[in-house]
């Protein structure tokens, strides 16, 4: 299991994954699931990925390779965000036509589920929700954020606090605090957090972050959370039904 977060508003785009891939209690690895393709001054598009950690690997490898090997279209060629969401999709559809089949045989369903987000020039930054059969739906001003892998854990404090308007730095925070109520709940998240704040017209990956277990102002953040909820709660007051 894994959990990713992408959210749109009016200045940017805030991205993050969590790192954990496990196939039982005894076996767990770190895979980083974010992955970022940009051009200098042209474009930055950035990809989380969830499900079956072999096919979220074909597929970005497709893209990668599409790239070097100047296949067209790819998502450097790609002239839009809904044209490089359509290559993604390609790229899962591929896949799935290679290896759905051999998955099935060992009883293992196609699982795979991919944020992009980014922005190319001539447009602004937008966001879109992938599915295993590679089509997709686009974020909407009603609809600002997605989330892949184990969302309810985190969706309460998004749907809280996510508005068009909101600062970017303020969405870095909410998410953060989105992945310490998920990580608390269920053991298949785990650090560390990738993740990656983009301000439209930037074209710039500079803000990327890996936020460790160790890392001071996550550790700020979470305690701050905990006791804030503690306090808040203790001042409610108690039913007075009976």
């Given at each position: 299991?894994?959990y990713?977060?992408?959210?749109?508003?009016?200045?940017?785009?805030?991205?993050?994954?969590?790192?954990?891939?496990?196939?039982?209690?005894?076996?767990?690895?770190?895979?980083?699931?974010?992955?970022?393709?940009?051009?200098?001054?042209?474009?930055?598009?950035?990809?989380?990925?969830?499900?079956?950690?072999?096919?979220?690997?074909?597929?970005?490898?497709?893209?990668q390779?599409?790239?070097?090997?100047?296949?067209?279209?790819?998502?450097?060629?790609?002239?839009?965000?809904?044209e490089?969401?359509?290559?993604?999709?390609?790229?899962?559809?591929a896949?799935?036509?290679?290896?759905?089949?051999?998955?099935?045989?060992?009883?293992?369903?196609?699982?795979?589920?991919?944020?992009?987000?980014?922005?190319?020039?001539?447009?602004?930054?937008?966001?879109?929700?992938?599915?295993?059969?590679?089509?997709?739906?686009?974020?909407?001003?009603?609809?600002s954020?997605?989330?892949?892998?184990?969302?309810?854990?985190?969706?309460?404090?998004?749907?809280?606090?996510?508005?068009?308007?909101?600062?970017?730095?303020?969405?870095?925070?909410?998410?953060?605090?989105?992945?310490?109520?998920?990580?608390?709940?269920?053991?298949?998240?785990?650090?560390?957090?990738?993740?990656?704040?983009?301000?439209?017209?930037?074209?710039?990956?500079?803000?990327?972050?890996?936020?460790?277990?160790?890392?001071?102002?996550?550790?700020?953040?979470?305690?701050?959370?905990?006791?804030?909820?503690?306090?808040?709660?203790?001042?409610?007051?108690?039913?007075?039904?009976?």
């Open positions: 299991m894994t990713c977060v992408g959210i749109l508003l009016d200045t940017g785009l805030v991205m993050a994954s969590d790192s954990r891939t496990n196939a039982g209690v005894d076996h767990v690895a770190i895979f980083p699931k974010m992955n970022i393709f940009s051009q200098a001054d042209e474009r930055v598009l950035v990809l989380l990925t969830s499900g079956n950690l072999a096919i979220s690997q074909a597929v970005i490898n497709r893209l390779k599409d790239i070097t090997e100047s296949v067209v279209p790819n998502l450097y060629t790609a002239v839009s965000m809904f490089a969401a359509r290559i993604v999709g390609d790229a899962v559809r896949v799935h036509h290679e290896d759905a089949e051999h998955l099935r045989r060992h009883a293992s369903d196609f699982s795979q589920a991919i944020l992009l987000g980014g922005q190319i020039v001539g447009e602004r930054p937008r966001l879109f929700n992938i599915y295993a059969a590679g089509n997709f739906i686009e974020a909407v001003p009603e609809t954020y997605f989330q892949i892998g184990e969302t309810k854990y985190g969706k309460p404090i998004l749907d809280r606090v996510i508005g068009n308007h909101t600062d970017l730095d303020e969405m870095a925070k909410c998410t953060l605090i989105s992945f310490d109520s998920t990580i608390r709940s269920n053991l298949s998240v785990g650090m560390p957090i990738d993740l990656f704040i983009y301000r439209a017209d930037s074209y710039s990956t500079a803000c990327k972050k890996r936020i460790t277990d160790a890392d001071p102002y996550f550790n700020q953040l979470r305690r701050g959370w905990a006791e804030g909820l503690k306090k808040v709660f203790s001042e409610l007051p108690a039913p007075d039904w009976c």
